[in-house]
């Protein structure tokens, strides 16, 4: 297989121009590379285009213009459709086309889509991200990436224009996996920095001091240093990112320990927790808002 030394020089198409792929776009396009979008619905095309992103109404106009796609999808059954179903880019993308999917998605449907791709000689990286919307607009998210080194190194460029970190932890799936424990991580970091402020603020003692103590200690996490200063304490809850997909993205972490058979009691609860809480939180509240469900008092 072919491995391109010069990406600037080749068009990049973005599939999926939401609040995550059309930033990501738009990144690529203002760091001059030449982008191409595609989104099923009409309006997401409209506000790409408004942003100085071409965009297509049909993915085999995308796919005549580009081999290098972009994928940013809501779920690992999107990814599959896109790639693999009827009208799907292994029926369109040439021999050494690379496709980089930042979905966060199931290990096993990347590595199926991968093993898929490659039969028509079609490179696949999962990469999902971290940063949300405004890490995509200013290009500082931070990627876990899984796939062949050499195809890694070979779109690097465009991954370094995305992203501030990137982490290429293994083979074709690997990047899911990483990305799945670590936003297990920040789903059960949510519920302790809110417990642990509610702590505070029953105990008499102001929560803002705390959580500076906190980010002052061994207790500090991205939750506490980041998300509850930005989006929780001024009860702005405007980080991009929904309850409804941080809810799925736990529910992979609970599958995964399940399919290796693995006690993971903490995981198990977090899940638990996040999933009661739709009772209170609807899907399309930002996710941050998990705080409420612990103390609405203090947080709502």
């Known amino acids: 297989m072919f491995y391109r030394t010069n990406v600037m020089d080749q068009?990049?198409?973005?599939?999926?121009?939401?609040?995550?792929?059309?930033?990501?776009?738009?990144t690529l396009v203002r760091k001059g590379f030449s982008v191409c979008g595609f989104d099923l619905s009409s309006d997401a095309r409209g506000m790409a285009s408004e942003r100085g992103i071409e965009c297509v109404d049909d993915i085999t106009k995308l796919t005549a213009k580009c081999s290098i796609l972009i994928l940013s999808l809501p779920k690992a059954e999107h990814v599959e459709a896109v790639c693999l179903g009827a009208q799907g880019l292994i029926h369109f993308l040439p021999a050494n086309a690379i496709v980089i999917d930042t979905?966060?998605?199931?290990?096993?449907?990347?590595?199926?889509?991968?093993?898929?791709?490659?039969?028509n000689d079609i490179a696949f990286l999962d990469a999902p991200v971290s940063g949300g919307p405004a890490g995509a607009a200013a290009g500082t998210m931070a990627m876990v990436?899984?796939?062949?080194?050499?195809?890694?190194?070979?779109?690097?460029p465009i991954l370094e224009a995305m992203s501030r970190v990137r982490v290429h932890v293994g083979d074709i799936g690997a990047g899911n996996i990483?990305?799945?424990?670590?936003?297990?991580?920040?789903a059960a970091h949510l519920?302790?920095?809110?417990?642990?402020?509610t702590l505070a603020e029953k105990a008499g003692v102001d929560p803002e001091k705390v959580l500076q103590a906190i980010n002052a200690g061994s207790g500090r996490s991205a939750a506490s240093e980041a998300m509850f200063p930005t989006w929780v304490m001024n009860k702005a809850?405007?980080?991009?990112?929904?309850?409804?997909?941080?809810?799925?993205?736990i529910g992979l972490a609970k599958d995964l320990a399940q399919?290796?058979?693995?006690n993971l009691p903490m995981t198990l609860q977090t899940e638990k927790l996040w999933q009661a809480s739709s009772s209170v939180i609807s899907d399309d509240k930002d996710?941050?808002?998990?705080?409420?469900?612990?103390?609405?008092?203090l947080f709502g």
């Not at 990483?178 to 920040?186: C, S």
């Not at 519920?191 to 402020?197: D, F, K, N, R």
């Not at 996710?287 to 008092?297: H, V």
């Open 191 to 197: 519920v302790t920095t809110a417990e642990a402020l």
């Open 237 to 249: 809850y405007d980080s991009g990112f929904t309850m409804g997909l941080m809810r799925k993205d």
């Open 145 to 156: 990436i899984g796939g062949d080194e050499k195809i890694y190194q070979s779109v690097l």
């Open 178 to 186: 990483a990305k799945i424990a670590n936003n297990m991580l920040a």
């Open 287 to 297: 996710f941050c808002c998990i705080a409420q469900y612990t103390n609405a008092d």
């Open 259 to 262: 399919e290796l058979d693995l």
């Open 11 to 26: 068009a990049i198409g973005v599939i999926g121009l939401g609040n995550m792929g059309s930033n990501m776009a738009a």
């Open 103 to 119: 979905t966060t998605s199931v290990p096993e449907t990347s590595r199926r889509v991968g093993e898929k791709l490659a039969e």
